[in-house]
């Protein structure tokens, strides 16, 4: 506990956005979670990075590659990567100083700091639930474009912050719609890119009993259409009692790819 607030006092994040949605305290809190579930979650780890991998021959060229919620990394190849292409750029809206160090000694990455909803800065300035497809790295030509165990996290800071600071402000249909809007806006992103892509997220949220029965099942996406996926797998996300004593939580994953040809 003392050690997450040493972190969070002595990161300086570019975004005032990483503070006052709670990006910063989250990323840290994921790493001290991440270190109490590292066996738990190392399948999905390596699902994910081995995903990546078995498709990076799909790109349409070598200069560039997109990486979307690169967070700390721990899903991501990043050496396989870093060899791959001439440029990796880490896009997340917080990286933190041990993610940083942790790639120094790859000399071709680039890190930004960015809200990929761009939603943030009208919510918390306007105070405005707008609907608006992201624009940043549209104008790049991208060999391939990574989003990786971002889609389902983009909602929830944005919930977290109208429930804490705008309250009663807009109606409860009005608020769901923004919400579902985010994830929907992210896939019509997605779209844009003149490059292929691949998605991998959580699409099922399974709560289990202590016997492993499923006693209920959150779907994140029944408003919108995702494409065939590829592959699928569960990713033990919370074993007891990390969340509760006697309920786990476990995330069905999926990945896709999109092929663009040029
Ligand atoms: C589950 S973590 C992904 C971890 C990462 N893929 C990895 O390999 O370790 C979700 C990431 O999404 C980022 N994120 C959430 N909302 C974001 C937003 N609006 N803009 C940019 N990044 C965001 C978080 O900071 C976090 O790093």
């Known amino acids: 506990m003392i050690r997450e607030l040493l972190t969070y006092l002595f990161e300086r994040p570019l975004l005032s956005e990483a503070r006052t949605f709670g990006h910063l305290s989250e990323s840290i809190s994921l790493l001290s979670r991440e270190s109490r579930c590292q066996k738990s979650w190392l399948p999905h780890r390596t699902q994910c990075k081995n995903f990546i991998k078995d498709h990076l021959k799909l790109a349409s060229h070598f200069d560039s590659v997109l990486v979307l919620g690169s967070g700390p990394l721990h899903e991501v190849p990043i050496e396989e990567l870093s060899k791959a292409f001439k440029k990796v750029t880490l896009v997340d809206i917080v990286h933190l100083k041990n ?77 769901s719609r923004y919400l579902q809007n985010s994830t929907r806006n992210h896939l019509a992103y997605l779209h844009l890119f003149n490059a292929p892509f691949i998605i991998i997220t959580d699409t099922e949220v399974h709560y289990c009993d202590k016997n492993d029965n499923v006693i209920q099942i959150d779907k994140n996406y029944e408003h919108l259409s995702l494409p065939e996926k590829l592959s699928s797998w569960s990713w033990s996300l919370a074993p007891i009692p990390e969340f509760q004593k006697d309920i786990a939580i476990k995330m069905k994953v999926s990945a896709f790819m999109i092929k663009k040809h040029k």
């Open 99 to 175: 993610t940083k160090e942790s790639v120094a000694h790859l000399k071709n990455i680039v890190f930004v700091e960015h809200d990929i909803t761009e939603l943030e800065h009208s919510l918390h300035h306007d105070k405005n639930l707008i609907d608006h497809v992201p624009q940043k790295f549209l104008d790049e030509d991208w060999g391939l474009v990574l989003s990786v165990n971002l889609m389902s996290q983009l909602p929830i800071h944005l919930e977290k912050y109208i429930n804490k600071k705008l309250k009663n402000k807009f109606s409860s249909q009005d608020v």
